[in-house]
């Protein structure tokens, strides 16, 4: 029995119509990648939760596969632009950051028609002025500081009580004021009453023991005269502070990590 050309022709075209047609809805059908990853691209108004209260940003992103890219502007400031890096989606989830300045603003979340909702975390790396030893040898780390930390308000001096002991560091700072000026501290006996537990923190604006702003650190480290300080304040910020003791000098640079969770931004 012979088959026409055309009969074996006509049956390659169907197959590979079908082929073509898997291969579609593999890649843009309700499940495929492509088609989610091109549902987020788009303007969004966010609004984000700033110290001063919140403030509007206009997200553009655009998807190419599972890669985002586009620009934030700067939140309360629509004309500074930035471009996002880091930017992926996969599924119904993305995640990208921004840097602007000195803070770095990283978002993670899910995305659906008509919006966002999304998590920020925010990274903010601040050089504080040099501080001065108020009490205890020079040389060591035990002793007290004064030590100017940056905060939304402008600079405030604070104190540092340290103890370091086989590579550790426990100890507190709190805001300067009143009675603790640098003159009425020169005097501050060597050694010092040992810390409370570490990582307590007192209610922002309250006094401990007649401390004001008082935060412990959870945890220090010291190599050499290297040293590294960690705490978290009463707004839910985490600081790291990183720098040296050289002498009786403190020079120190103030890393912020601040987190936002159940945030929401609608398509424009």
């Known amino acids: 029995m012979m088959v026409s050309s055309y009969a074996v022709w006509g049956k390659r075209m169907w197959i590979g119509g079908l082929a073509c ?24 108004r966010l609004s984000l939760p700033m110290p001063g209260g919140e403030k509007e940003s206009i997200l553009s992103i655009t998807s190419n596969g599972s890669e985002l890219s586009g620009t934030m502007s700067a939140p309360g400031a629509p004309s500074e632009i930035y471009p996002i890096r880091d930017g992926n989606c996969n599924a119904e989830k993305f995640r990208f950051s921004v840097e602007m300045g000195r803070i770095t603003y990283t978002l993670a979340g899910t995305y659906h028609d008509g919006g966002l909702a999304f998590d920020m975390t925010t990274e903010e790396s601040i050089p504080l002025g040099d501080g001065e030893r108020l009490a205890g040898k020079t040389g060591e780390i035990t002793g007290s500081y004064r030590v100017p930390v940056y905060s939304p308000g402008g600079i405030k001096e604070n104190r540092f009580d340290l103890v370091a002991e086989g590579g550790h560091i426990t100890g507190e700072m709190y805001a300067l004021g009143g009675n603790d000026s640098a003159g009425g501290m020169a005097g501050a006996p060597d050694r010092m009453p040992p810390p409370q537990a570490d990582g307590a923190t007192s209610p922002a604006g309250t006094a401990s023991n007649g401390k004001r702003d008082l935060n412990r650190f959870k945890e220090g480290r010291y190599t050499g005269n290297s ?11 985490d600081f790291h502070f990183s720098g040296s003791i050289e002498g009786d000098i403190i020079r120190l640079t103030l890393h912020v990590t601040d987190r936002r969770s159940g945030l929401t931004a609608e398509a424009l």
């Open 21 to 44: 047609l898997a291969v579609f809805a593999a890649a843009f059908g309700p499940s495929g990648g492509a088609a989610r990853a091109a549902d987020i691209d788009g303007t969004y």
């Open 227 to 237: 040293i590294d300080l960690y705490t978290k304040t009463a707004q839910g910020s």
